[in-house]
């Protein structure tokens, strides 16, 4: 296997953690800094995720397709039983939101320059 390919599997990895990490104790992270400063952290966390994309596609496209997994995965436990219009949406956005997350990963990963490399080997 490529080690490039080996190395942009373990940097999703460890974002995918971290992301994950962060949604589990948001409200314990959120509670740490001042709203201001907390934007600015997200913002630097958006331009780190846009740079991730832009030079390591592949991992940018794994993220994206564990998100999405994670998304679909919990979706029983998060969204509540569906009795009206209100929950009816919240159901279909978590869905919708999971599916168009793995259709984009799957999108970056096939655009990036390793697996570009692997299908051509293995032509």
């Not at 509670?31 to 952290?41: E, M, R, T």
């Amino acid at each position: 296997m490529d080690r490039r390919l080996i190395g942009e599997i373990v940097v999703a990895g460890f974002v995918f953690v971290g992301l994950h990490q962060f949604a589990e104790h948001s409200a314990a992270i959120i509670g740490l800094f001042p709203n201001d400063v907390f934007a600015l952290l997200l913002l630097a966390v958006a331009i780190g995720l846009f740079m991730l994309r832009k030079f390591l596609r592949a991992s940018f496209g794994l993220i994206e397709i564990a998100l999405g997994m994670d998304a679909l995965w919990n979706i029983q436990a998060a969204a509540p039983q569906v009795v009206d219009a209100v929950t009816r949406t919240q159901f279909l956005v978590q869905v919708a939101g999971g599916v168009y997350f793995i259709i984009r990963g799957l999108d970056n990963a096939d655009q990036s320059s390793v697996v570009a490399r692997l299908r051509k080997a293995w032509a």
